[in-house]
T-cell receptor, first 114, second 115 residues
Framework: DAGVIQSPRHEVTEMGQEVTLRCKPISGHDYLFWYRQTMMRGLELLIY????????DSGMPEDRFSAKMPNASFSTLKIQPSEPRDSAVYFC????????????FGPGTRLTVL | AQKVTQVQTEISVVEKEDVTLDCVYE???????LFWYKQPPSGELVFLIR??????QNEISGRYSWNFQKSTSSFNFTITASQVVDSAVYFCALVALQGAQKLVFGQGTRLTINP
């Protein structure tokens, strides 16, 4: 079975540009989570969805960040406009039944904003 | 609020040594789950174990073992006879019933096993 798929794996962009990160969760999983990993702040939950509905976006740092899940097999995290401090590794994870159960993580997208 | 502390930032041992990674947590909730994840150099986080707050039995899986002690709010992870392939960053994490499905991670411990 395929795991969580994320694209692109690496993204380099210039400050001010729009960035879109993509995630395909494991089929049958009803929860999807977006995390950000930085040296300074570690792993932080940005937002999570249950059955495609955003439940808690309190971790989204600013209005420049937005996330959508139009269907059970696809989610996007968009940053517009991007800033150098957004440089990080962004992980998507999915689970069956929520955060109390094992989360399956994607390989991450390493974002560099110049 | 929930908090997870991994005081060991980096550990370096020689292959075949035993090593213990410490994890201390804070929560006011009586129902919670603790996790350990491994992040190898490839970057992807890999689930290792989950424990709920009502089950203090220690767990052993091959060379890996976990010691959960509610009295000291600790959930430590021991690797016996370490191998080079165990080199990774290891994260302890906590989610509480009242924590709104938010998994809170510790800062991680970078473990290096030298041949």
């Amino acid at each position: 079975d395929a795991g969580v798929i994320q694209s692109p794996r690496h993204e380099v962009t210039e400050m001010g540009q729009e960035v879109t990160l993509r995630c395909k969760p494991i089929s049958g999983h009803d929860y999807l989570f977006w995390y950000r990993q930085t040296m300074m702040r570690g792993l932080e939950l940005l937002i999570y969805f249950n059955n495609n509905v955003p439940i808690d976006d309190s971790g989204m740092p600013e209005d420049r960040f937005s996330a959508k899940m139009p269907n059970a097999s696809f989610s996007t995290l968009k940053i517009q406009p991007s800033e150098p401090r957004d440089s990080a590794v962004y992980f998507c994870a999915s689970s069956r039944g929520g955060a109390f159960n094992e989360q399956f993580f994607g390989p991450g997208t390493r974002l560099t904003v110049l | 609020a929930q908090k997870v502390t991994q005081v060991q930032t980096e550990i370096s041992v020689v292959e075949k040594e035993d090593v213990t990674l410490d994890c201390v947590y804070e929560t006011r909730d009586t129902t919670y789950y603790l996790f350990w994840y491994k992040q190898p150099p490839s970057g992807e986080l890999v689930f290792l174990i989950r424990r709920n707050s009502f089950d203090e039995q220690n767990e052993i899986s091959g060379r890996y073992s976990w010691n959960f002690q509610k009295s000291t709010s600790s959930f430590n992870f021991t690797i016996t006879a370490s191998q080079v392939v165990d080199s990774a960053v290891y994260f302890c994490a906590l989610v509480a019933l009242q924590g709104a499905q938010k998994l809170v991670f510790g800062q991680g411990t970078r473990l290096t096993i030298n041949p």
